[in-house]
């Protein structure tokens, strides 16, 4: 049998506790259980379970707004569905590509 995950376990580079923060800091939306279904700033729905699977409609991925997170901490990450985090770190910072559209996410044409 199997021991859980201890919060010293890491997730790509981040541990388990600070995926468990960052996944708090979503925006829940009454209905839906914010132990699974949340969604990004942009207002993109994102699955807990789907953390780093960028084959998901509804992955997500840690957008780091600092620097360097040694220096602003939990302060600057944000939870974000991983093709607005592809358009934060590679085009203009400030445009989602993926928005909710009722119960499903659409991607917005730029």
């Not at 925006?27 to 279904?37: A, C, L, S, Y």
């Not at 944000?78 to 559209?101: E, G, K, S």
């Amino acid at each position: 049998m199997s021991e859980p995950p201890s919060v010293t376990d890491t997730i790509e580079g981040y541990d388990l506790e600070v995926v468990r923060r960052v996944w708090a800091l979503a925006q829940t939306i009454p209905g839906n259980d914010p132990e699974v279904w949340r969604k990004d700033e942009f207002g993109a729905w994102i699955h807990r379970a789907d953390y780093r699977n960028r084959h998901s409609d509804y992955g997500w991925e840690i957008a780091d707004y600092g620097f360097s997170r040694r220096n602003a901490g939990l302060a600057s990450l944000r939870p974000m569905h991983w093709q607005n985090h592809l358009d934060f770190m590679i085009a203009a910072r400030n445009q989602a590509v993926v928005t909710a559209d009722g119960l499903r996410n659409a991607r917005r044409l730029l």
